[in-house]
């Protein structure tokens, strides 16, 4: 079996691409508004902070999305995300499969034979991108074929 890797469908690379534009001039006008409202530095202050409590955390779940890749090995499938990396073996694996995940987005998941489920990074999509499903069914067929050619 030759090495593959899954990323982002090109489509929703283009959206974690975007969504800083779109995410940063609301937040901060927010921000600005807070500061504004109130007198003096502390509002300046307290402004900033609010812009770094929300804008933060988005930044690191944009950035855990668009590097998160799936790799098919003949050993087994290497998972990598922006802060944890996997190793699961043909062995343990059961079986792939789409999952919904929040407000109309889709996710991948490994179902392990002991009944544990593991993220697939690099398998998130929109609600209007085809291309996710043709990427998970040619993971399943992968993975299908490496079970099937185990000892």
Not at 6 to 19: E, H, I, M, N, Q
Not at 107 to 114: P, Y
Not at 141 to 151: G, N
């Amino acid at each position: 079996m030759t090495e593959q890797i899954f990323k982002l469908t090109p489509r929703s690379a283009r959206d974690a691409r975007r969504a800083p534009f779109y995410f940063t001039p609301v937040w901060g006008t927010l921000a600005v508004l807070f500061g504004l409202g109130g007198r003096g530095v502390e509002a300046w202050i307290g402004a900033a902070g609010l812009f770094s409590i929300v804008f933060v955390p988005v930044m690191l779940y944009i950035g855990a999305l668009r590097f998160g890749r799936t790799e098919v090995t003949p050993d087994g499938l290497r998972l990598r995300g922006m802060f944890v990396r996997r190793f699961v073996r043909w062995k343990d694996v059961a079986t792939v499969d789409p999952h919904p995940g929040n407000r109309g987005t889709r996710i991948a998941k490994v179902r392990l034979r002991n009944g544990r489920k593991r993220r697939l990074p690099g398998f998130f999509a929109g609600a209007k991108d085809d291309e996710f499903n043709a990427q998970v069914r040619d993971l399943q067929l992968l993975v299908r074929k490496a079970i099937a050619d185990l000892p």
